[in-house]
Nanobody, 124 residues
């Protein structure tokens, strides 16, 4: 599986960005997908995950109501719509996938396929 994330950049507080991830090498339909973030000086954390069947979905408390994960099975694309951005959203964002299910508190060990990351900076 290969994952290529894009769409990062500089955003102002309160602004929006949409991250995209091109999925290849396998069938997107059979994979749980997720977005992780690694903020400066911190460990990678799960932001949002969605199962093969689109339910359940997981959102970290810090992203609820602001971020939306989605996939387009016809285009083999995964997206993360991010609204109401905050400076603490700054970090490297990773698109990840796995054939298995994720737990109620997803962590890096549950996802075997990782993209290269895209940098998001939220600053005025």
């Amino acid at each position: 599986v290969q994952l290529q994330a894009s769409g990062g950049g500089l955003a102002q507080p309160g602004g929006s960005l949409r991250l995209s991830c091109e999925f290849s090498g396998s069938a997107l339909d059979y994979h749980a997908i997720a977005w992780f973030r690694q903020a400066p000086g911190k460990e990678r954390e799960a932001l949002s995950c969605v199962s093969v069947t689109e339910s359940p979905k997981y959102y970290a408390t810090s992203t609820q109501g602001r971020f939306t994960i989605s996939r387009d099975r016809t285009k083999n694309m995964v997206y993360l719509q991010m609204n109401s951005l905050k400076p603490e959203d700054t970090g490297v964002y990773y698109c990840v996938a796995d054939l298995g299910a994720f737990g109620s508190d997803p962590d890096v060990a549950e996802f075997g396929s990782w993209g290269q990351g895209t940098l998001v900076t939220v600053s005025s």
